[in-house]
């Protein structure tokens, strides 16, 4: 495990992420915060670009609890039947729907706690929705998290729990807000798993892997 970057390179490295793109947003199709949910919690072992195909058709007839279930649990398999774990998820999603409109009116909480009470939604999808819908400076560690922070030792951690953390202490503060999106776009992108693209990495000079591709 490379060690963990002081607080001088990591703020160079931000910075860098900052001027390349100051505004980065999520990838996942979405025209609420119920909808934003339902598709983060769909994201789960599938791609953001797979999960907005199936939700496009989806999100235009049941936007809100009510109407998903409404549209009831045929359907809801039916639309996301291209999804991994679809049996699963869309049962998950009628339940969350459920509980939404029996125990919150049909509003989406806006608590961690409460929102990873729901159906289908773990500690990641719920620092996602407070991160996206409430402006919260919570961190999503997903695989490419995990595998920039600990390649780049921007977030280093030998568990998902243990880069979050590191994400909330060593990069400052300024620059929290938008952390995890700069981190998963450019894990998905340029830090890839399988050869990096490290001669188009714009943190190449800062980063601490060792393995560095040509």
Known sequence: ?????DYHTIRAIFERFHAAEPEPKGELEHVNVYTLVVAVALSAQ???AGVNKATRGLFKIADTPQKMLDLGLAGVTEHIKTIGLFRQKAKNVIKMSQILVDE??????????????LPGVGRK?????LNMWWGMPAQAVDTHI???GNRSGAAVGKTVDAVERAIEDHIPADFQHHAHHWMILH????CVARKPKCAACLIRDLCQFEDKTL
């Open 1 to 5: 495990m490379v060690k963990q970057l």
């Open 46 to 48: 599938a791609t953001d």
């Open 104 to 117: 919150y009116d049909g509003v989406v909480p806006n608590s961690r706690a409460a929102l990873q009470s």
């Open 125 to 129: 999808t719920a620092n996602v929705v």
């Open 146 to 148: 995990f595998r920039f």
């Open 187 to 190: 894990g998905r992108y340029v």
